[in-house]
């Protein structure tokens, strides 16, 4: 699935979603302080059944807060929130029942097996134990654990707890899933494994909100996606349309020379690609090998006129593509400082 950043997601003028008005996350107003700390101040968010939602925000946006108030373990002080269709707050059990909660770090189970750990969170759901048996094998299988079943979860690698995280927040089949930055500690393979479970989840119709503040977990992953800043939902610039976004690109040639003279004759901002040789100034190279640069364009259209130009100069060009994923360019635009 390509990488794809959906403005529908963000909170656009348009027709207004009411409160409750799908089975999946509705947020409307929320906040919620820690002492002086407002680390929510007003988020909206939707996050639609049939769908994987990335909330996206840098340390300390907010986002842990966020889903702890959805899974029911923060009462948040101000606004509105649905998860199929029930509040956490007021109708807590009913809400539960149906969602699954991966924390972003795996709790103390030391003396439980992995299997334990699945049939006692099954046991709290009310499985009957044969049915939380069977429910605990499969998914140690669904998330390659199977090996590791009998022994105990304190053994466990940092990825393999995330895993174990993942299969316990699946126990009772819940249709809406939070997950808090479950990709961290995974290997390139359980990425990709968890990258095909939550799809195929969301192809049965669950709602499934993923945090991150690591963009190249969530490229390929995410349909929707939500910015927080500092509390509060943002529309990164450029996804909601309007101004071209400028980000950064990469223009290759086959002679660095003749590129990077043309580019500061030209006047323009440049630096050397570190990822293509050759490294240093063009008058210190010995001949006029290939070479590439990075450089801030306004938008596809800004990269046309750049190839127009360059080739109609002489240049030549063998490649300009962006740098990065989309999702990662629409964080950058958010200018954040951390905190
Ligand atoms: P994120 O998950 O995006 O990194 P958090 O939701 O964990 O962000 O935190 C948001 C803000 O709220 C931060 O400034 C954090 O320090 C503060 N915060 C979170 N939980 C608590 C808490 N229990 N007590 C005090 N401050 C908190
Ligand atoms: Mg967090």
Redesign the pocket.
């Known amino acids: 699935m390509p990488p794809t950043v959906e403005s529908s997601a963000t909170p656009l003028p348009g027709p207004a979603t009411s409160p409750g008005d799908h089975a999946g996350i509705v947020v409307r107003g929320v906040t919620r302080s820690?002492?002086a700390?407002r680390?929510l101040d007003g988020v909206d968010l939707d996050a639609r059944p049939g769908r994987v939602t990335a909330l996206i925000?840098p340390?300390?946006?907010?986002?842990?807060?966020?889903l702890l108030v959805l899974a029911g373990l923060l009462v948040p002080d101000a606004g509105h929130v649905r998860v199929g269709g029930h509040d956490p707050v007021t109708d807590g059990p009913a809400a539960r029942a149906l969602t699954g909660w991966m924390p972003d770090a795996f709790g103390t189970w030391d003396s439980l097996t992995a299997r334990e750990v699945l049939t006692t969170y099954a046991a709290a759901y009310r499985l009957p134990r044969e049915a939380a048996r069977t429910r605990a094998a499969e998914l140690l299988e669904t998330v390659h654990l199977t090996e590791y079943a009998d022994r105990p979860a304190s053994v466990l690698s940092r990825g393999q707890k995330q895993r174990l995280g993942l299969a316990r927040a699946l126990v009772h089949s819940p249709r809406v899933l939070l997950l808090d930055e479950p990709a961290s500690g995974l290997d390139p393979r359980s990425r990709v494994d968890l990258r095909e479970l939550l799809r195929g989840l969301a192809a049965q119709g669950s709602t499934v909100l993923v945090?991150s503040?690591v963009l190249s977990e969530l490229d390929e992953l995410v349909d929707d996606a939500v910015f927080?800043s500092r509390?509060r939902t943002v529309t990164p610039h450029g996804l909601a349309g309007g101004a071209p976004v400028r980000r950064t690109w990469r223009l290759r040639a086959l002679s660095y020379g003749a590129l990077t003279r043309w580019l500061t004759s030209t006047g323009s901002q440049w630096r050397p690609d570190d990822d293509v040789p050759p490294p240093g100034s063009p008058d210190d190279l010995p001949d006029d090998p290939p070479g590439g640069v990075l450089l801030e364009v306004d938008g596809d259209a800004g990269a046309a006129q750049l190839v127009r130009d360059a080739v109609g100069a002489g240049v030549p060009v063998t490649s300009l593509a962006p740098v990065g994923g989309e999702l990662e360019q629409a964080y950058l635009t958010l200018d954040e400082e951390r905190?």
Not at 59 to 66: C, D, I, P
């Open positions: 820690f002492g700390v680390a925000g340390n300390g946006s907010g986002k842990t807060t966020l945090s503040h927080l509390g905190r």
